[in-house]
């Protein structure tokens, strides 16, 4: 397969030139800039990003050029640019003026093929504090802007070319059809990465590794497990064996619902109430991450002890998705990692099961077109994501079932409301918060000393980046009324309206 291969030095917009190259349906992955993986001959091209880094600085990143560099395709954005042009000999030097924010192309070298197709006046996204003040020899410009003079260059001799701007984001108008020049024209792509492609190639590669061997599934109800059991099936059949742990962290009614959901798609599911005891593991817990690594080893003691009732199991089945390994890792080490997931990082030792990750390399989105594509009902991949460590998450403080009770009952009111106006389609993920506050209000002419609950709403495509949901008012006024006469121990309602970065979608 056709692959292009993003270096990581920290940007932001890493993971959008990903998705943006998908869409072009090519492949391509992301890696580390000091974890550059073997250049096989599938490799037709490789992309720098940009980093939060000057490259003047001691620690700035340095990759290992010596077999990329006139050896393959290169496009390098933002650092990438500056990093190259200091590296042959040029000069980058901090700003004059501020370069962040649209600009728009005043030249533009349309005889280059990156550049092809881009109009004159086309407007880019810049974000950067140094800029190129001096280009090496041998480094022809290919665009400028009003205040950037090397907004673009290409090194003479080889398909090595540099952008200060940022095509991956959504205020470059043009930036699309750059990428597509440079994976599809330049490196020479196929654009054959489709859901019908990596369904077939999945289901072939499913059946070599887990050949006649059982493999146990965790199924959770939402899109990438749902999805992860239905191409698991597609390849082995009977072999696998689908786990649904109730852990009292879900929303309201949904362990039956779920179960319920499931019947009609040939899954062999088996349901099991653990309730009881992740509520006694989570007693007293109130830091997020102690929540989280106590949620994910009851589950998987729960879990070895079911998947020891099938004999002869071999395979761990999951539902690890590519957000979730990126988020588990960073650039500069675990220091920076944002937070655990608990689908990432492996198994422990006693668990004598190998794992098996159907979708560790698709985005959110991509794992929606994959289930439309093997047919999956809309009900199940239309549902918004849903942390695994669930509602505990959700609760500010420590756990009990009252707690969870309360939460289930706001988050409720809100998602149904949501679906009764129309609105949970147009929303990527929402749900309610407990915070650890209690504030004074009135009922009935009486004073009350009740909770207060946040509810969350964002709109996003990968969960990488999201903005919050603008909301109707009068639809908001409904849903806080609602959950305020309804809800007892609640009479304050908040709405979050942060943005991801800087904040998460999650509280905690």
């Known amino acids: 397969m056709d692959t292009i291969i993003i270096l990581d030095f920290g940007s932001q917009y890493t993971q959008l030139i990903a998705?943006?190259?998908?869409?072009?349906?090519?492949?391509?992955?992301?890696?580390?800039?000091?974890?550059?993986?073997?250049?096989?001959?599938?490799?037709?091209?490789?992309?720098?990003?940009?980093?939060?880094?000057?490259?003047?600085?001691?620690?700035?990143?340095?990759?290992?050029?010596?077999?990329?560099?006139?050896?393959?395709?290169?496009?390098?954005?933002?650092?990438?640019?500056?990093?190259?042009?200091?590296?042959?000999?040029?000069?980058?030097?901090?700003?004059?003026?501020?370069?962040?924010?649209?600009?728009?192309?005043?030249?533009?070298?349309?005889?280059?093929?990156?550049?092809?197709?881009?109009?004159?006046?086309?407007?880019?996204?810049?974000?950067?504090?140094?800029?190129?003040?001096?280009?090496?020899?041998?480094?022809?410009?290919?665009?400028?802007?009003?205040?950037?003079?090397?907004?673009?260059?290409?090194?003479?001799?080889?398909?090595?070319?540099?952008?200060?701007?940022?095509?991956?984001?959504h205020h470059s108008v043009d930036g699309n059809t750059l990428l597509r020049n440079f994976v599809v024209d330049i490196c020479g792509c196929r654009q054959d990465w489709t859901p019908a492609s990596f369904i077939e190639t999945t289901v072939k590669e499913l059946c070599e590794k887990v050949g006649g061997d059982k493999v146990v599934l965790g199924l959770s109800g939402g899109v990438d497990s749902t999805v992860a059991a239905v191409l698991l099936n597609r390849a082995i059949g009977h072999q696998l064996h689908c786990i649904f742990v109730d852990n009292g962290l879900l929303r309201k009614n949904e362990f039956e619902s779920v179960l319920e959901s499931y019947k009609d798609m040939g899954l062999n599911v088996k349901g099991v109430d653990a309730k009881d005891r992740f509520y006694g593991v989570l007693a007293g817990v109130t830091e997020p991450e102690k929540k989280r690594k106590a949620i994910g080893k009851t589950f998987i003691d729960v879990f070895d002890a079911e998947a020891k009732l099938i004999t002869d199991a071999k395979w761990l089945g999951q539902g690890t998705i590519y957000p979730d390994v990126i988020e588990s890792s960073s650039v500069k080490g675990p220091s920076q990692t944002i937070k655990s997931h608990h689908n990432v990082g492996g198994l422990p030792d006693y668990m004598k099961l190998k794992l098996v990750e159907p979708l560790r390399s698709l985005?959110?989105?991509?794992?929606?077109?994959?289930?439309?594509?093997?047919?999956?009902?809309?009900?199940?991949?239309g549902r918004h994501p849903f942390p695994g460590p669930g509602l505990a998450i959700?609760?500010?403080?420590?756990?009990?079932?009252?707690?969870?009770?309360?939460?289930?009952?706001?988050?409720?009111?809100?998602?149904?409301?949501?679906?009764d106006a129309g609105l949970y389609d147009k929303v990527w993920q929402a749900g309610a918060m407990l915070l650890p506050v209690q504030s004074v209000g009135v009922m009935g002419d009486e004073r009350t000393y009740e909770s207060v609950v946040a509810l969350r709403a964002v709109e996003s495509v990968d969960g990488m980046t999201a903005d919050w949901s603008h909301l109707p008012y009068d639809f908001m006024a409904k849903v806080s009324n609602e959950i305020i006469n309804r809800v007892k121990g609640v009479n304050r309602v908040c709405y979050d309206i942060s943005s991801k970065p800087p904040a998460t979608i999650e509280w905690e």
């Open 394 to 419: 959700r609760i500010l403080s420590d756990v009990t079932p009252e707690k969870v009770h309360i939460l289930q009952e706001v988050d409720h009111i809100f998602i149904q409301g949501l679906r």
């Open 363 to 381: 985005f959110k989105d991509e794992v929606r077109r994959v289930g439309r594509q093997l047919g999956i009902k809309d009900e199940l991949i």
């Open 19 to 169: 998705r943006k190259i998908r869409e072009q349906n090519v492949y391509c992955e992301i890696h580390p800039f000091d974890k550059i993986p073997a250049l096989t001959a599938d490799v037709k091209g490789v992309v720098f990003s940009g980093s939060p880094y000057s490259c003047n600085a001691a620690d700035a990143p340095v990759p290992d050029m010596s077999n990329i560099k006139g050896k393959l395709p290169l496009l390098a954005v933002c650092y990438g640019a500056q990093y190259l042009a200091k590296w042959g000999g040029g000069r980058v030097q901090q700003s004059k003026i501020r370069e962040y924010g649209r600009a728009n192309l005043n030249f533009i070298d349309s005889s280059n093929p990156l550049m092809k197709g881009v109009p004159m006046g086309s407007q880019v996204w810049m974000s950067h504090g140094d800029t190129i003040e001096v280009l090496p020899e041998g480094y022809k410009t290919i665009c400028s802007t009003e205040n950037v003079k090397y907004a673009g260059y290409q090194i003479e001799g080889e398909q090595t070319y540099a952008i200060q701007f940022h095509p991956e984001v």
